[in-house]
């Protein structure tokens, strides 16, 4: 590949339904193994692996959750579009909103960019709240700064309520 220009980006990961494709752990596992495939993402670091109570309706199963970082040439909708097909690939059923998954990959940063459109916000709307993603972004790169700020000045990010290190 040429130089072009790779820009270090963060995704979210979570998983709470089995299917004839895996398990939870197992379906993140396939999505991380395919960003390495990916010929436009290279140098992709994953986090521990969390279990975390459902955010949502909390008649499902506890959600695995992990965040990957790598450095990508895809620009945010590409990268928007690749993150929707691991989805289909595992088979993800939009059942209820908040509802059980077999796979979500969310963009929470991509670069410096802050981007509102219908389709994409980054940074990803719900991050400075959910301990479920910051905490494994901060064991990834904590002297990471969002929206100018450092990661240790949000709440959810030292909060370990009902998170379980896998």
């Not at 220009?5 to 197992?26: A, D, M």
């Not at 905490?135 to 700020?149: N, T, W, Y």
């Amino acid at each position: 590949m040429n130089n072009a220009n790779w820009v270090t980006c963060y995704v979210g990961l979570g998983s709470n339904l089995s299917n004839e494709l895996g398990s939870p752990t197992e379906h993140l596992q396939q999505a991380i193994a395919a960003m390495r495939e990916h010929e436009q993402i290279r140098k992709v670091d994953v986090s521990s692996f969390y279990a975390s109570a459902p955010m949502g309706p909390q008649d499902q199963p506890d959600f695995v959750n992990a965040v990957a970082s790598f450095e990508t040439t895809l620009t945010p909708a590409e990268l928007l579009a690749f993150c929707q097909q691991l989805e289909q690939q595992a088979l993800r059923a939009r059942l209820r909103r908040w509802g059980e998954r077999s796979l979500d990959v969310d963009i929470l940063l991509y670069g410096e960019a802050q981007i509102a459109e219908p389709q994409l916000t980054i940074p990803h709307a719900g991050l400075l709240e959910r301990n479920f993603v910051l905490i494994p972004l901060r064991e990834l790169a904590a002297d990471i700064m969002i929206s100018g700020q450092p990661i240790d000045s949000y709440a959810a990010s030292n909060d370990w309520t009902g998170l379980k290190l896998l």
